[in-house]
Protein backbone atom coordinates (compact mmCIF):
# COMPACT_ATOMS: atom_id res chain seq x y z
CA UNK A 1 0.00 0.00 0.00
CA UNK A 2 1.69 3.40 -1.38
CA UNK A 3 1.88 6.34 1.35
CA UNK A 4 -0.52 8.15 -0.63
CA UNK A 5 -3.23 5.40 -0.38
CA UNK A 6 -2.74 5.34 3.48
CA UNK A 7 -3.64 9.19 3.91
CA UNK A 8 -6.52 8.74 1.60
CA UNK A 9 -7.68 6.12 4.68
CA UNK A 10 -6.65 8.00 7.40
CA UNK A 11 -8.40 11.31 5.77
CA UNK A 12 -11.46 8.80 5.15
CA UNK A 13 -11.57 7.63 8.83
CA UNK A 14 -11.28 11.31 10.20
CA UNK A 15 -7.80 10.53 12.28
CA UNK A 16 -7.32 14.85 11.60
CA UNK A 17 -4.66 14.87 15.53
CA UNK A 18 -1.31 15.81 14.56
CA UNK A 19 0.78 13.64 12.45
CA UNK A 20 3.17 13.21 9.26
CA UNK A 21 1.80 13.16 6.12
CA UNK A 22 3.29 12.32 2.96
CA UNK A 23 2.86 16.38 1.75
CA UNK A 24 5.78 17.03 4.96
CA UNK A 25 7.89 14.64 3.68
CA UNK A 26 7.58 15.88 0.06
CA UNK A 27 7.96 19.54 1.62
CA UNK A 28 11.04 18.68 4.13
CA UNK A 29 13.34 17.47 0.87
CA UNK A 30 15.18 20.13 -0.48
CA UNK A 31 17.30 18.45 -2.52
CA UNK A 32 17.84 14.57 -4.03
CA UNK A 33 21.10 13.42 -5.66
CA UNK A 34 21.37 10.15 -7.96
CA UNK A 35 24.68 7.82 -8.79
CA UNK A 36 25.14 4.54 -9.54
CA UNK A 37 28.12 2.81 -7.57
CA UNK A 38 30.21 3.02 -10.81
CA UNK A 39 29.89 6.50 -10.77
CA UNK A 40 30.48 7.27 -7.26
CA UNK A 41 33.68 5.27 -7.64
CA UNK A 42 34.79 7.08 -10.60
CA UNK A 43 34.44 10.34 -9.34
CA UNK A 44 36.50 9.30 -6.32
CA UNK A 45 40.62 8.68 -7.05
CA UNK A 46 41.12 5.38 -6.08
CA UNK A 47 43.91 2.64 -6.68
CA UNK A 48 44.49 -0.50 -6.09
CA UNK A 49 47.87 -1.79 -5.00
CA UNK A 50 49.27 0.96 -6.03
CA UNK A 51 48.15 1.33 -9.25
CA UNK A 52 45.20 3.90 -10.94
CA UNK A 53 42.47 1.28 -12.13
CA UNK A 54 39.44 1.97 -14.30
CA UNK A 55 36.12 0.62 -13.67
CA UNK A 56 34.68 -2.54 -15.83
CA UNK A 57 32.15 -0.25 -18.64
CA UNK A 58 29.55 -2.84 -17.63
CA UNK A 59 30.28 -3.91 -14.01
CA UNK A 60 27.91 -4.83 -10.98
CA UNK A 61 28.85 -1.33 -9.99
CA UNK A 62 26.38 0.09 -12.77
CA UNK A 63 23.62 -2.14 -11.40
CA UNK A 64 23.40 -0.44 -7.95
CA UNK A 65 21.44 3.24 -7.88
CA UNK A 66 21.66 5.68 -5.18
CA UNK A 67 19.58 8.36 -4.15
CA UNK A 68 20.99 11.30 -1.30
CA UNK A 69 17.71 13.18 -0.21
CA UNK A 70 19.04 16.24 1.99
CA UNK A 71 16.42 17.37 4.01
CA UNK A 72 15.76 20.98 5.27
CA UNK A 73 17.54 21.07 8.05
CA UNK A 74 20.86 19.44 6.25
CA UNK A 75 20.32 16.10 7.64
CA UNK A 76 20.95 13.40 4.59
CA UNK A 77 19.23 10.13 4.10
CA UNK A 78 20.03 7.25 1.57
CA UNK A 79 18.47 4.75 -0.28
CA UNK A 80 19.45 2.21 -2.63
CA UNK A 81 18.39 -0.35 -5.74
CA UNK A 82 20.02 -3.25 -6.86
CA UNK A 83 19.30 -4.63 -9.89
CA UNK A 84 20.06 -8.66 -9.63
CA UNK A 85 19.68 -9.07 -14.18
CA UNK A 86 21.85 -6.65 -16.09
CA UNK A 87 19.37 -6.79 -18.70
CA UNK A 88 16.12 -5.58 -16.35
CA UNK A 89 18.43 -2.46 -15.21
CA UNK A 90 16.88 0.91 -16.01
CA UNK A 91 18.09 3.75 -14.49
CA UNK A 92 14.68 5.65 -14.29
CA UNK A 93 12.84 2.89 -12.41
CA UNK A 94 16.48 1.95 -10.26
CA UNK A 95 15.67 6.07 -9.33
CA UNK A 96 12.79 5.88 -8.09
CA UNK A 97 12.89 2.62 -5.74
CA UNK A 98 16.23 3.89 -4.84
CA UNK A 99 13.99 7.22 -3.49
CA UNK A 100 11.49 5.48 -2.03
CA UNK A 101 13.84 3.89 -0.03
CA UNK A 102 15.83 6.74 1.09
CA UNK A 103 12.00 8.32 1.73
CA UNK A 104 10.91 5.29 4.26
CA UNK A 105 14.10 6.15 5.94
CA UNK A 106 12.48 10.24 6.81
CA UNK A 107 8.98 8.64 8.20
CA UNK A 108 10.75 7.72 12.00
CA UNK A 109 12.90 11.01 11.65
CA UNK A 110 9.81 13.25 11.08
CA UNK A 111 7.70 11.10 13.63
CA UNK A 112 10.12 11.48 16.20
CA UNK A 113 10.83 15.39 16.04
CA UNK A 114 6.36 15.42 16.08
CA UNK A 115 6.25 13.16 19.07
CA UNK A 116 9.00 15.47 20.60
CA UNK A 117 7.02 18.57 19.98
CA UNK A 118 4.03 17.06 21.37
CA UNK A 119 5.67 15.71 24.22
CA UNK A 120 6.48 19.29 25.09
CA UNK A 121 3.43 20.68 24.16
Not at 47 to 69: M, N, Q
Not at 76 to 97: L, M, Q, Y
Request: net charge negative.
Amino acid sequence: MSDQAIEQEIQAKGKTAARVTPDDIEANIADETYFTAAEGRHGHSHKKHGFDYEIEADGPLHLLTFCVLTLGNGFTVTGESACASPENFDADIGRKIARANAVQKIWPLMGYELRTKLAGA
